[in-house]
């Protein structure tokens, strides 16, 4: 808690730790992403393993590139998602992707 005049509380947790190192081993030009979210994504984009860094509290935390979209899961044509990307995100999540609804491009990471 800081603050002379209002109380301001600032609050740090693991996630917030977890981003901030994967952020700092993370190269230029890359999106990097902890082991917890390539776990969730992995049916989605393909992944390569990138390095280990160490978190206070949450132990060794391997970081992943994000390599791009599946290429299954995307219209050779338009670089959209396709239809098998929209089934396996219902499937695996219960909802439409707010994303794919709108037809955004994925495909271009």
Do not use: K
């Amino acid at each position: 808690m800081t603050g002379a005049r209002r109380h301001v509380f600032d609050l740090w947790g693991d996630t917030v730790s977890v981003a901030a190192h994967v952020q700092r081993v993370g190269r230029a030009d890359v999106v990097s992403v902890s082991g917890a979210t390539a776990e969730l994504i992995d049916a989605f984009f393909e992944l390569s393993f990138d390095a280990m860094t160490v978190v206070r509290n949450a132990g060794e935390v391997a970081v992943f590139v994000v390599r791009g979209i599946r290429p299954e899961l995307v219209d050779a044509e338009t670089g959209l998602v396709n239809a098998a990307f929209r089934e396996r995100y219902l499937a695996m999540f219960g909802d439409e992707c707010p994303a794919a609804a709108g037809d955004v491009l994925l495909g271009a990471l």
